[in-house]
């Protein structure tokens, strides 16, 4: 394992600010997805030696932190609760941009569906799998994806209306 162990920081080195976004909208916390994401190397790593040869690390990680998250809500049903305001930070100067605006209403919105319904829409709409695709990380049917998508889109629409006119690049339509 020594002689692969420069590929393998090569591979976290590289991957770990994409795998920490996805990581980031699948648990809505940032401490969370750093754990998330830490387990999901540890057991790449483990496979490591399989995974240089076949190429498909990055793909093996993923998953892995899909699976960990699906059985996170299936383990504990802990409630979480977001605050909907932006703590005061006197004195720093606020960033006015209608981009952060949107992101900040789109983070938002993420944070308040369940696990679920978060998870598809990470996977299908940041990730962009196919709903067989993302069936098969989460090892559920497409029924189920199909069902999920639709109820956290629905719930999305209600909980931030001025998202309706925003296109994928953030531009209005």
């Known amino acids: 394992m020594d002689a692969l162990a420069p590929d393998f920081d090569a591979f976290v080195r590289a991957r770990t600010p994409a795998l920490l976004r996805s990581a980031y909208l699948l648990t809505g916390d940032q401490h969370l997805a750093e754990d998330l994401v830490q ?29 960990l998250q699906v059985s ?11 605050t909907g305001d932006v703590p005061d930070r ?5 960033d006015h ?15 308040r569906l369940t696990a ?9 709409f940041f990730d962009d799998l196919t709903e ?3 069936a098969e990380t989460l090892g559920v049917s497409v029924g ?9 889109l629905e719930r999305l629409r209600d909980l931030a209306p001025e998202l309706a006119g925003v296109n994928v690049s953030g531009d209005a339509r």
């Open 90 to 94: 006197s004195g720093v100067q606020v």
């Open 39 to 67: 387990t999901a190397l540890g057991l790449t790593h483990r496979a490591w030696r399989n995974l240089h040869a076949t190429g498909n690390a990055e793909a093996y990680a993923r998953k892995t932190m899909y699976h």
């Open 132 to 134: 067989a695709q993302a």
């Open 116 to 124: 679920k319904q978060r998870a598809v829409i990470v996977l299908r």
């Open 144 to 152: 189920t994806i199909k069902s999920q998508t639709a109820k956290a």
């Open 72 to 82: 996170r809500w299936r383990r504990r049903r802990i409630v979480e609760s977001f």
């Open 97 to 111: 941009a209608e981009q952060t605006v949107l992101r900040l209403s789109l983070r938002s919105a993420l944070s």
